[in-house]
């Protein structure tokens, strides 16, 4: 009988290239079912699939699996000339049938060849949403229709354990769904990392691992917030309680610090009256100091142990609470333009534009959403909006100060510090300004000198907040394609606070139904399918 499907993990070592520990004896299992992987940006969440995936060795500690394992990775730019076979690691194979149906192929290639390798491949694709030929270039896809094909390469050898790493993070809600149906459906242990708020709520666990270790939750993304609300009370009342006892410990110590002196103050005056023998005076001026010597010590160690108790209480609740953002007031007015498009054109082909026609006007503090299915044009017409994109037909007026935010994070210059990347893009800020903008992002210290090519993708989405928005003036239009791609949960929660109360305009495009909820916009304009 074979064994059941598992991950096993025990006392699990590993450091990040600059030495810094990111797991100190990590102990988890995994068996059947859907478990969701969270985390704040840098904990690991990737570094951990890659370990169980083996494409990393442990420090020290071993990490079990029993069954065949696939992982789907966080999206990457797909090689030169590479096809939707080659993603499913059959390029050769498909070259293989080509050539026996160009009649060029030897002996050797017909014994070998996969006559059914186009239908099975064909039927993975469809299984996550897309029906395209295996020979299809992936650089014609959108990074949506890559995400998928990555999924589909990953069921493609029926595993018995699926990792994976945001999976939905470039898909539109259809492909969402299709992610959402794949898991509901699955058979064996998958162990998604994700910060996508509606696929959560489908995992049977959540494990969040944090500087403490790892911590698992029963039940979906719900289940896992009312237990992390809980936390977060409790610590509060902790903090609340630890500073209380703190403040006791000191004002006891004060009183019994001015009875002592009010006692030795007697005492001097008795010895300068001489009304008792000098020996019985001596002795009780020892007894008193022996015995305040220790009286002193023990208030010490208490108050010493107070002050330890209310540092981890602090602790615990700085761990538990969400960095916050802040965005300095724009003053925008209520009637200042904004942005005018005017029957713009845009796209790669000039000849087949993406867009056609579009007119688009914001004036004052509007929050406008951009919709529309991958490949439709939202981030052309963002690019459009930014300037970074001229427009093939058509008018664009940009009247306010903007700044726009992509998905890749190309505003960042990865071998430059998170501090050099925020004073190279805003070359008036001086040191002290920018170290001030990163710690309103939650950089402090020595975290503003790390390299930008060593941060997590929530990291750099962070500095490159900070960089565009942690500046004064702040921009009076944001302008955010996809902005929750990268961010952990808490940063989620972070920049929706941030956005409830900025006073600027926002032009965003985003799938994450629960960040646009938040985001509360004006109008959403729905771009046709592309």
């Known amino acids: 009988m074979p064994a059941p499907v598992s991950v096993s993990i025990s006392r699990l070592f590993w450091s990040v290239p600059d030495g810094r520990p990111l797991f100190t004896g990590l102990d988890l299992a995994f068996g059947p079912g859907r478990t969701g992987l969270v985390g704040r940006n840098g904990a690991g969440k990737s570094t951990l699939l890659r370990l169980i995936a083996g494409e990393l060795s442990p420090l020290s500690g071993q990490i079990r699996t029993a069954g065949r394992l696939a992982m789907m ?75 998928r094909a990555a999924l589909a390469a990953a069921i493609f050898g029926d595993p018995d354990i699926l990792l994976l790493d945001e999976p939905t993070d470039a898909l539109d809600r259809d492909g969402r769904a299709a992610v959402a149906g794949l898991l509901r459906g699955w058979p064996g242990c998958a162990i998604v ?39 977060e009370a409790a610590a509060r009342q902790a903090l609340d309680q ?26 001097k005056r008795s010895r300068a009256k001489g009304g008792q023998p000098k020996v019985l005076l001596d002795a009780a001026k020892e007894r008193a100091e022996a015995s305040g010597g220790a009286g002193t010590r023990l208030r010490e160690a208490r108050c010493g142990a107070a002050e330890a108790a209310l540092e981890e209480a602090r602790a615990r609740v700085e761990r538990l609470l969400p960095v916050d953002m802040e965005i300095a007031p724009t003053g925008l007015a209520p009637a200042r333009r904004v942005l005018r498009l005017d029957g713009v054109a845009a ?52 009247c306010v100060p903007a700044a726009c935010l992509d998905q890749h994070l190309g505003l960042l210059d990865p071998g430059a510090s998170l501090l050099g990347n925020v004073l190279r893009l805003n070359p008036q800020m001086a040191p002290n300004q920018a170290r001030a903008a990163l710690a309103r992002f939650g950089f402090r210290g020595a975290e503003a000198e790390r390299p930008a090519g060593a941060a997590s993708g929530g990291e750099r989405l962070r500095a490159a907040l900070a960089a565009t928005l942690g500046g004064l003036p702040p921009p009076m239009l944001l302008i955010l394609d996809e902005p929750t791609n990268h961010l952990d949960l808490d940063g989620i929660a972070a920049l929706e606070a941030a956005l409830a109360a900025y006073d600027g305009a926002v032009l965003a495009a985003s799938h994450d139904a629960a960040f646009l909820a938040a985001l509360g916009p004006d109008r959403i304009v729905t771009l046709p399918g592309g």
């Open 347 to 398: 796209g790669h082909d000039p000849a087949a534009p993406v867009l056609r026609g579009l007119s688009l006007e914001i004036t004052g503090p509007e929050r406008v959403v951009i919709a529309g299915p991958n490949g439709s044009g939202k981030t052309t017409l963002l690019d459009l909006a930014a300037g970074r994109r001229a427009p093939l037909a058509g008018q664009r007026e940009l």
């Open 193 to 231: 990392a994700s910060h996508d708020r509606a696929l959560l709520e489908e995992m049977d666990a959540i494990v969040e691992l944090g500087p403490r270790g790892a911590a698992r939750f029963g039940g979906g993304f719900s289940a896992y917030r009312r237990q992390k609300d809980e936390a």
């Open 73 to 147: 990775r966080q999206e990457a730019a797909p090689a030169p000339g590479a096809r939707i076979a080659d993603a499913f690691g059959q390029g050769d194979a498909l070259d293989r049938l080509e050539r026996a149906a160009a009649g060029t192929a030897s002996a050797a290639d017909l014994a070998a060849a996969d006559w059914d390798l186009p239908a099975r491949i064909g039927a993975a694709l469809r299984r996550c949403g897309l029906d395209m030929p295996p020979e299809t270039p992936l650089a014609q896809l959108s990074g949506g229709e890559q995400s």
């Open 242 to 267: 630890a500073g209380r006892a703190r403040d006791l410990a000191r004002r006891r110590a004060q009183e019994a610090a001015e009875r002592k002196a009010r006692k030795d103050g007697a005492g």
